[in-house]
């Protein structure tokens, strides 16, 4: 079973930080590219990170250049998403993303950890 599953979110205050992970089974995690999304308050997902297959070239969004790295562990099918200098904008549920585009493309989500920052 293809499962996506992130965690690491909840309350945290303002200049905090959070760790966020994404762990991945039933697929071969090691042929996608990952992504972090955000669904704030607004009605678009925004990209917040993404890494490739690789672990190489990380990109981030530039709200979050400078305070978030991306990173992945493939011996453990993970990604991870480390977020400091929290403030409240940062607000929003954390989706992963997994893809791999050929021919034919597969992509998953996970069910998405919500972040949470405030006094």
């Known amino acids: 079973q293809v499962q996506l599953v992130e965690s690491g979110g909840g309350l945290v205050q303002p200049g905090g930080s959070l760790r966020l992970s994404c762990a991945a089974s039933?697929?071969?995690?090691?042929?996608?590219?990952t992504t972090w999304y955000r669904q704030g308050p607004g009605p678009e997902r925004e990209l917040v990170a993404s890494?490739?297959?690789?672990?190489?070239?990380?990109n981030y969004a530039d709200s979050v250049k400078g305070r978030f790295t991306i990173s992945r562990d493939k011996a453990e099918k993970t990604v991870f998403l480390q977020m400091n200098s929290l403030n409240p904008e940062d607000t929003a549920v954390y989706y992963c993303?997994?893809?791999?585009?050929?021919?034919?493309?597969?992509?998953?989500w996970g069910q998405g950890t919500l972040v949470t920052v405030r006094e």
């Open positions: 039933g697929f071969t995690f090691s042929s996608y590219a």
């Open positions: 890494i490739t297959s690789a672990g190489s070239s990380p």
């Open positions: 993303n997994a893809i791999r585009r050929g021919s034919t493309s597969f992509e998953y």
